[in-house]
T-cell receptor, first 111, second 116 residues
Framework: KAGVTQTPRYLIKTRGQQVTLSCSPI?????VSWYQQTPGQGLQFLFE???????NKGNFPGRFSGRQFSNSRSEMNVSTLELGDSALYLC??????????FGPGTRLTVL | GNSVTQTEGPVTLSEEAFLTINCTYT??????LFWYVQYPGEGLQLLLK?????DKGSNKGFEATYRKETTSFHLEKGSVQVSDSAVYFC???????????????FGKGTKLSVKP
């Protein structure tokens, strides 16, 4: 069974731009969660989608948004990028009530 | 709010030494507890989990016991190997037995280096 895949693996953007990251969950998984990992703040939960509905949301500004498609694939979008948005963005999938399986992450650098 | 506190790293051990990484949590209700491991350049891998008090999770020689009375979930391994060098994260999720587990709360991580 293929694992969680994230694209792209690396991104470089400049301040003020917007970016879209993609996550394909494990086949059959209906839940996708997104996390931001930085050296200073560690791992922080962004949001979770289950069956195309946002089920949980972390404490991030409205510039961070996401969505989930009918095939459970998910995208997250960050608008008006700031330097502090540079981070490793991790996606995790699950059946919705059990352990989460993480992808390799997308490394975003904002210049 | 819910939170997780774990041993601040880095932790450096010699091969075959005993490992303990402490993890304590603050949570309402009955959270599930997890240990994840992150190798350089990779995402997180689930190492072990426990979903109720007194449960012991174990995998690859690592083990941790869910202690509700001390709100702890310490990670232990009797004899570490160089290949165990990685960053270890303790995490909790609210809800069990079908509750939502989409929101994991992580500790800051503990970097372990094992020398030959």
């Amino acid at each position: 069974k293929a694992g969680v895949t994230q694209t792209p693996r690396y991104l470089i953007k400049t301040r003020g731009q917007q970016v879209t990251l993609s996550c394909s969950p494990i086949s059959g998984h209906r839940s996708v969660s997104w996390y931001q990992q930085t050296p200073g703040q560690g791992l922080q939960f962004l949001f979770e989608y289950f069956s195309e509905t946002q089920r949980n949301k972390g404490n991030f500004p409205g510039r961070f948004s996401g969505r989930q498609f009918s095939n459970s694939r998910s995208e997250m979008n960050v608008s008006t990028l700031e330097l502090g948005d540079s981070a490793l963005y991790l996606c995790a999938s699950s059946l919705g009530f059990d352990e989460q399986f993480f992808g390799p992450g997308t490394r975003l650098t904002v210049l | 709010g819910n939170s997780v506190t774990q041993t601040e790293g880095p932790v450096t051990l010699s091969e075959e030494a005993f490992l303990t990484i402490n993890c304590t949590y603050t949570a309402t209700g009955y959270p599930s507890l997890f240990w994840y491991v992150q190798y350089p350049g990779e995402g997180l891998q689930l190492l072990l989990k426990a979903t109720k008090a007194d449960d012991k999770g174990s995998n690859k020689g690592f083990e941790a016991t869910y202690r509700k009375e001390t709100t702890s979930f310490h990670l232990e391994k009797g004899s570490v190997q160089v290949s165990d060098s990685a960053v270890y994260f303790c995490a909790l999720s609210e809800g069990r037995y079908g509750g939502s587990q989409g929101n994991l709360i992580f500790g800051k991580g503990t970097k372990l280096s094992v020398k030959p």
